[in-house]
């Protein structure tokens, strides 16, 4: 599939919400693929969407392409179902730090337990008496 018989966008495409630096800034994609984003970005939006209906081969493809993501292919529809991963789906966040260690207790000083004082309920009824 080549670019020049995907339509261009009658815009830039930005997604101020999800990248509100610009898609080169964002440290997701690389410089290519944040041109094949401002260019074709928005005809690829409404191609899903449903708002444009595919005029050539390549944009029949890509329609089809989005029922079955894992069979894309070209650079184009490989940037979209990245684009769609990025914001659609929860981010995956990685910690130094485990649950486990967190949680455990070995290197942390354990402290002595005081008793708490119980008192009667004979000496509570002289309290209030």
């Keep these: 599939m080549s670019e020049e018989s995907f339509r261009f966008g009658q815009?830039?495409?930005?997604d101020d919400i999800n990248?509100?630096?610009g898609f080169r800034k964002s440290g997701d994609f690389t410089l290519l693929e944040a041109e094949v984003l401002s260019?074709?970005?928005e005809t690829m939006?409404?191609?899903?969407?449903?708002?444009?209906e595919p005029l050539t081969l390549e944009e029949n493809n890509f329609v089809r392409?989005?029922?079955q993501p894992q069979k894309a292919k070209t650079k184009l529809e490989l940037v979209w179902i990245k684009?769609?991963?990025l914001t659609r789906e929860p981010r995956r966040f990685h910690s130094l730090h485990s649950l486990h260690s967190l949680h455990s207790t070995s290197h942390?000083?354990?402290?002595?337990?005081t008793?708490?004082?119980?008192?009667?309920?004979e000496s509570l009824q002289l309290l209030h008496a």
């Design 108 to 113: 942390k000083p354990k402290a002595e337990k």
């Design 45 to 52: 939006l409404s191609l899903e969407a449903g708002i444009l």
């Design 39 to 41: 260019l074709y970005g």
């Design 115 to 121: 008793p708490v004082p119980v008192l009667a309920v």
């Design 19 to 21: 990248f509100s630096r």
């Design 65 to 67: 392409m989005l029922k």
């Design 83 to 85: 684009y769609i991963k």
């Design 11 to 14: 815009k830039s495409f930005t």
